[in-house]
């Protein structure tokens, strides 16, 4: 009983109190006034709001490619008339009275320019603002001496663009009119335009890193980069907002800088890219040359030059846009930059090597430059016994040496009586220039077949330089051998009758008969030919050449193994063929079958100019007494070194010396050597050989004597060497 009675004075209760609760809201409604509240739709100003909202990114993908106009097309694109009075306010930054005058005169003649402006100019010190307002300027000057000097300045007006002059410019009569035009158009909308960058003049609109010294913003943008010193506008709107930047192309009036003309660089031209002035000497060089050239720099630093040739600063960001419209053949710079461009020819030359190829690279032809990777370098080193010091002493020089920044692979062929001091040194040994490669001999073999089989190239453009581990090389005999290589490639005579070029200027001739000769190089200092290989000091030798001589020291000591000594049968070829020449007589060296080789082609030798120096010499491993003993002969092979590499004459002026050191010319040691084969081969000697020594490996007919009565004669068979 007693929870039913609980409830229903609860029930009683509640009503109660709603009907006060409605008694006192209909008394206030009645006898009070009460505040309405807005709701956020009706005070709400969707214009300004629409203005401030972030606008969508563009697809620059998309658009990039609609903006490639000519200026004729942009003054047609953005033909409809500007609306009438639209607000404007421009910011100078004050430097001379002169700049000022003329940048306002600018503004005030501005063609069709009828809007409504507001000048700001922002002085860097009171005396400067001082100095204005004693001549009654009808502007508002201001103070900021801060690298964003206009970061002070508040827009409290409708002002629609934000006009920003900086570094004195003094744009043309119709620049601002035309710009504003292009901004009320679709494409140009949402983007920065400008006529002023650090590139060369251009035909048409296109996409850029950056702009400087004159704006024209969006009162949106500029609020966004007021923080910002100039040079920052262009990379914040488009990192933060994507807003693009576009340089216009430009004229006379619709420049935006009538004291900057825009530069005309050389397309397909030799580019240096100057970030110090250690290319300076070199660029001075080519610049007395026909060879046009152009210079860029990323720093303002390094824009002087010794010689009247105009330097043009870059940008690192704009360098690839750059480097696309100019499209260089060739691109020079200092050290490794990171610089890629697929049709140029790329040479970093290291701050060392630099002195050391200035004296001679103008004497390369643009084409030559193009070819300056082509050729590939290796060197190799023949070593061996228990010569470790010596070995090590030769790796120490060529590490010092100049590479020009050019990959050079090392090869090490190990003789079978290499020590583990050499093959534990050759395990370790660190080559950063290229590759590393060992070959080690497990059987002792003669000399010949150490020198011959030490290298064979690859392909056309392998290049040996063959050293022996006695030998002592010069910082520069790298340069000495690529600079000629690349000169003797320029005159077409890479496939000529030159075969190699040598290192070591010798003093003594081995080649006469009656023993060694001293032998003196042409007046002059001049570099010579000689129809001698180099047997000191090492050499380049040239592939198709090398691949000639494998192929003919093959056939040669083929014939000779097939007929057994005291067989008395007869040899195909003759054993002694070069009786003129004392490797004749030297049957087991390589020497001998080079020398048959070279004679028999009319090849010659190009080796170095000096008379008292050279790019190599040998070490002997000899005992003080025995130096003492042999002192004037020790001075005959063991000759000082030079680092100089001088400018090389055409090689059709070089003197030309035959095989005993005798003056003499290239048509005379083609008909002598092909008297000799008439003599050694039944082929008739062919011009253009491509270097195959077949015609060189004909036998001779023999008459072969058969018994009268003899039924089936036996057959006999000959050797074919193809």
């Known amino acids: 009983m007693f929870p039913r009675v609980k ?23 009645v006898t009070e006034s009460y505040t309405r509240y807005l709701d956020t739709t009706e005070f709400t100003n969707y214009t300004l709001l629409e203005s401030l909202l972030l606008p969508e990114k563009p697809n620059l993908q998309k658009e990039t490619p609609d903006i490639h106009l000519t200026l004729d097309a942009l003054n047609q694109y953005a033909s409809p008339p500007l609306p009438s009075q639209q607000p404007i306010t421009i910011l100078i930054r004050f430097k001379t009275m002169e700049t000022l005058e003329s940048q306002l005169n600018s503004i005030s003649n501005q063609l069709d320019f009828s809007s ?131 340089l216009l192309p430009s004229s006379d009036s619709f420049t935006g800088n009538t004291q900057s003309k825009c530069d005309l660089l050389s397309k397909e031209s030799l580019l240096f890219y100057k970030t110090s002035s250690n290319l300076d000497e070199m660029i001075c060089k080519f610049a007395k040359t026909s060879q046009p050239i152009t210079v860029i720099s990323p720093n303002d630093d390094s824009n002087n030059l010794p010689c009247d040739i105009k330097v043009h600063q870059v940008m690192k960001q704009e360098l690839d846009l750059l480097l696309n419209e100019i499209v260089p053949r060739v691109i020079i710079y200092e050290n490794k930059q990171d610089i890629t461009h697929t049709n140029a020819t790329i040479i970093g030359f290291p701050t060392l090597d630099i002195p050391f190829i200035t004296p001679w690279i103008t004497d390369l032809s643009l084409d030559t430059l193009q070819q300056w990777h082509k050729p590939h370098m290796n060197i190799v080193i023949t070593t061996g016994g228990k010569r470790s010091n010596v070995l090590k002493s030769m790796i120490t020089q060529l590490k010092q040496s100049h590479y020009m920044g050019d990959t050079v692979d090392l090869s090490l062929v190990m003789d079978e009586k290499s020590d583990r001091s050499i093959t534990k040194y050759i395990n370790k040994l660190s080559w950063s220039f290229g590759n590393k490669q060992m070959r080690h001999r497990i059987q002792r073999v003669h000399p010949m077949q150490t020198f011959t089989e030490s290298w064979y190239p690859a392909h056309d453009q392998e290049f040996g330089i063959l050293l022996d581990d006695r030998t ?118 390589w020497r001998k079958y080079l020398d048959e080789l070279i004679y028999m082609r009319g090849y010659v030798m190009l080796y170095p100019s000096t008379s008292y ?44 010396l035959d095989i005993h050191g005798n003056s003499t010319t290239t048509t005379f040691l083609l008909q002598q050597g092909h008297q000799l084969q008439q003599k050694f081969s039944a082929c008739k000697p062919i011009i253009h050989h491509l270097f195959d020594p077949s015609d060189l490996l004909c036998p001779f007919n023999r008459l072969i004597q058969i018994q009268k009565d003899e039924p089936n004669p036996p057959p006999k068979t000959i050797q074919l060497f193809l």
């Open 116 to 246: 409504l402006y507001k000048i700001h100019i922002i002085c860097t010190t009171e005396t400067e603002k001082l100095k204005l307002a004693s001549k009654s300027f009808p502007h508002t000057l201001s103070v900021n001496p801060t690298q964003t000097w206009y970061n002070h300045i508040h827009i409290t007006d409708n002002t629609n663009n934000i006009i920003i002059l900086d570094n004195q410019v003094i744009p043309g009569s119709s620049y601002f009119n035309f710009v504003l035009r292009l901004l009320n158009t679709p494409l140009f909308h949402h983007t920065l335009l400008g006529s002023e960058s650090s590139f060369i003049c251009q035909p048409y609109a296109y996409q850029v890193p950056t702009l400087q010294d004159i704006f024209l913003l969006t009162r949106f943008q500029f609020e966004l980069v007021k923080s910002a010193p100039t040079e920052q506008i262009s990379q914040l709107l488009f990192d933060l907002y994507g807003i693009p930047s576009i």
């Open 613 to 656: 120096s050279t790019l190599s010499t040998l070490t002997f491993e000899e005992s003080l007494k025995k130096k003492e003993k042999f002192e004037t002969a020790d001075k005959l092979y063991s000759v000082p070194l030079s680092t100089k590499v001088s400018e090389l004459p055409d090689l059709d002026s070089l003197p030309v």
């Open 7 to 29: 409830s229903s004075l609860i029930g009683a209760l509640g009503a109660l109190v709603t009907v006060v609760l409605v008694y006192h809201v209909l008394k206030l409604s």
């Open 472 to 589: 002592q090389v010069s910082s520069t005999f790298y340069i000495w051998l690529k600079y000629n290589l690349l000169k003797i490639m320029q005159e077409g005579k890479e496939e000529s009758n030159i075969f190699g070029i040598s290192l070591y200027a010798p003093r003594i001739l081995d080649t006469d008969p009656s023993g060694r000769k001293v032998f003196e190089s042409p007046p002059h200092h001049s570099p010579y030919l000689m129809q001698v290989p180099t047997s000191f000091g090492g050499a380049l030798y040239f592939p198709k050449h090398w691949r000639e001589f494998h192929d003919y020291i093959t056939a040669r000591l083929t014939d000779q193994a097939i007929i057994k000594r005291g067989s008395g049968l007869p040899h195909l070829f003759k054993v002694s063929l070069l009786t003129t020449v004392k490797s004749n007589k030297w049957a087991s060296s």
